[in-house]
C-alpha cells in the first residue's frame, strides 16, 4: 500500500487495537458432547455401549486435534480474531466451522482433520487412507469424503450470509483443511494444485496465514470495527446443535438394567432415564397428550393443541415423520413468539425461507384461530 493510503487508513480508523490473536469464542477442552458421551456410557450395560464408546474415541480425537490448531493459533503472533466452532443455519443449509481467522486482510475457514493412518491424494482429488502395521507393510487403505469439498461448502455459506447481510462485498474468504495428527504422513505431491494449497499440517498453519497476509499486503485493509462486526455476527447467529443421544441409540430402560442387579440404578438415574425416554417417545409420537412439566404453560393454551393436530395431518399426508415439519421444541417456540406474519416466523427457531414458503400459512392460519 502505498504511503499516502497508509497515512488515511491510520487517519480514519486511528490506533490499531488488535495486535495478536484474540478469541473472540475460545476453545474448550471440556467438550460438552464428549462430557455427555461419557456419562452415559457409564450408565448403559447393553451391547450398545460398544457404539458409544467408539464415538468416545473418535470424538476425543476431534477434540485432541482440535486443541493443537488453538495452540498453533494463538502462538502465532498474527493480529487476529478467532472464533473456535460456529455453526450456521442459512435457508435449508448447515455450515459446522472449527476456526473461523478473521484478519484485516482477509477471512480464512479452518477445518480440522486429526486422521488416523497416511493419507495420499490421487491425481483425481480421491483421498486416500493407508493403515500399517508395526513393520511399516499396509495392511489397509480405504478411500474417505474429501475434506477439502465439505469445508468448500461451509465457505460458500459463510460468505453467503456475510454477503446478504453487507458485512463482507469483494473481502477473501479463504479454506484449508488442517491436518492435526503429527504422526500422520500427507502425501500430496500427484494432487490437483487447487487442493495442494488447501491442505497443510498443523505446524505449517502459521506461516500459512503470514504469506497468505503477505501476499495481500497491496491492498486496502479492512478496519478493526468491520472485523469486530463480522465475529458480532457470527456469534449472534451460532446455533449450536443439541445431541438427542437416547434417539442416535436407540435406547431403552433395558440398555440401562443389569442381569443380575436389576434394581441398581440409583433414583435420581432411573428418574433422568426415564424422562429422556419420555422426550425421545414425544418427539417420535407427537400424537401423545403426556404432559411435561417443562411445558406445562404451552399445552394449557389451545394453540398447542391445535398445532399438534396440523402436524400430525400434515406428516400423515406427506407420509413423513411429524418432527420433519416441526419438534415440540420449534412449537413451543412458535407459541412463545406468536408471530403475526412470514417474516416475525422466520424469528422462530428452526424455520427458514423454504419452510415457511411450504408451512407458513397454515401455521399462521392455526394461531390465529387458536388465539
Do not use: W
Not at 497508509?6 to 488488535?18: E, H, V, W
Not at 467438550?31 to 458421551?37: A, H, M, V, Y
Not at 419438534?327 to 425461507?353: S, W
Request: glycine share 4%.
Amino acid at each position: 500500500m502505498a504511503l499516502i493510503s497508509k497515512a488515511i487508513y491510520a487517519l480514519i480508523n486511528g490506533k490499531k487495537t488488535i495486535t495478536e490473536p484474540i478469541f473472540i469464542k475460545e476453545f474448550e477442552k471440556e467438550n460438552l458432547q464428549l462430557k455427555d458421551l461419557q456419562e452415559l456410557s457409564q450408565k448403559v450395560t447393553s451391547e450398545k455401549k460398544e457404539l458409544i464408546d467408539r464415538d468416545i474415541t473418535f470424538l476425543r480425537q476431534g477434540v485432541e486435534g482440535e486443541q493443537n490448531v488453538a495452540f498453533e493459533l494463538k502462538n502465532s503472533f498474527i493480529p487476529m480474531l478467532i472464533l473456535h466452532d460456529i455453526r450456521l443455519e442459512y435457508n435449508d443449509y448447515v455450515s459446522q466451522m472449527d476456526f473461523i481467522c478473521i484478519t484485516h486482510r482477509f477471512i480464512y475457514v479452518l477445518e480440522t482433520k486429526k486422521l488416523n493412518g497416511d493419507i495420499e491424494i490421487t491425481a483425481d482429488g480421491d483421498f486416500i487412507r493407508y493403515f500399517k502395521n508395526n513393520f511399516g507393510k499396509v495392511i489397509k487403505k480405504e478411500g474417505i469424503y474429501s475434506p477439502i469439498s465439505q469445508n468448500t461448502r461451509h465457505v460458500t455459506i459463510l460468505k453467503e450470509m456475510l454477503t446478504k447481510c453487507g458485512l463482507i462485498n469483494t473481502f477473501p474468504i479463504r479454506s484449508a483443511v488442517i491436518i492435526a495428527n503429527p504422526k500422520t504422513i500427507l502425501n500430496k505431491t500427484k494432487c490437483p494444485k487447487a487442493i495442494q494449497n488447501q491442505l497443510y499440517k498443523y505446524d505449517q498453519l502459521t506461516n500459512l496465514l503470514k504469506n497468505e497476509l503477505e501476499k495481500l499486503k497491496e491492498e486496502i485493509p479492512y478496519r478493526e470495527k468491520q472485523m469486530h462486526e463480522i465475529a458480532e455476527f457470527l456469534i449472534l447467529n451460532h446455533k449450536p446443535i443439541v445431541f438427542d443421544n437416547m434417539a442416535k441409540y436407540s435406547l431403552t430402560e433395558k440398555d440401562f438394567a443389569t442381569a443380575n442387579k436389576p434394581n441398581t440404578l440409583s433414583a435420581q438415574t432411573a428418574e433422568e432415564i426415564s424422562a429422556a425416554i419420555d422426550k425421545q417417545q414425544d418427539i417420535g409420537n407427537p400424537d401423545t397428550t403426556k404432559p411435561k412439566t417443562e411445558i406445562i404453560s404451552c399445552i394449557e393454551k389451545a394453540a398447542y393443541k391445535a398445532l399438534k393436530e396440523y402436524r400430525l395431518k400434515t406428516s400423515r399426508e406427506e407420509n413423513i415423520k411429524p418432527y420433519f415439519i416441526f419438534n415440540n421444541e420449534e412449537m413451543e417456540g412458535i407459541i412463545r413468539v406468536n408471530p403475526k406474519t412470514k417474516a416475525e416466523l422466520l424469528n422462530c427457531k428452526g424455520f427458514g425461507e423454504k419452510k415457511i414458503e411450504k408451512y407458513g400459512d397454515c401455521i399462521l392460519e392455526v394461531l390465529k384461530n387458536n388465539q
